[in-house]
């Protein structure tokens, strides 16, 4: 029984730091690699497209995938209290979202004029939106909660930052004057809210597993 619940917190735990280590690597590497690509200027999701397309496309898949299995250990961690129901549900849209991105290809250029690529755009605002709210939701928890309290600071600091990114790339999207004066560092604000995010859940999954040789 005391087997069955660590493996109910460990492998989640474990799927976490692997996915969000993996996700950055991946399109680090590839963006480093890829001819013609500029990580600064370009977003992710280009990545997606090319001959080499299936790299990225995979990328997102996996992660939403282990992401998936993340959520289930948080829900076994916090069975009850605050954040105990969102904050797992929350992953798991976000897990689906990144899961559904990778065969949902977006298009070459912007707005997307294909279904698979205006698909993709709707995807992408729903994970940029989400993930800056997963760190604020939890950060009600970990201001309570005693086993938590550690990680508050790091939350509320990677949440603030991550949501900023969100404000600046929802406003270089709507306006032209500043997509113009931000053009050539969309990808690095990007970059920057998905690091992030990706910090933070690396970090969560390392106290879950922590917390699960302790109990």
Known sequence: MEKTIMNQRQIPAWAGMIGATLFVLVFTIEGWYRPGYKPLEMFVSELSL???????ILNFIIFGTLLFVFSWGVAAEFP?????RGGP?????????????????????YPSY?????????????????????CFVFLRRFLEDPNWRFFKWGTL???VLSALGVVLLTLA???????????HQL??????IIVSFMLWIFIFALGLLKRSKMN
């Open 173 to 183: 999207a709507n306006s032209t004057d500043i997509r113009n004066v931000f053009n």
């Open 80 to 84: 009850n209290g605050k954040a105990s």
């Open 50 to 56: 090319g001959s080499r397309g299936w790299i990225q």
């Open 89 to 109: 549900i929350i992953f798991r849209i976000l897990a689906v979202c990144y899961f559904l991105s990778g065969p949902f290809v977006m298009d070459p250029f």
């Open 114 to 134: 294909t279904i698979h690529g205006k698909l993709h755009d709707i995807l992408g605002w729903i994970v940029f939106l989400l993930m800056p709210i997963s």
């Open 157 to 159: 600091g990677l949440g």
């Open 187 to 192: 990808g690095l604000i990007q970059r920057t």
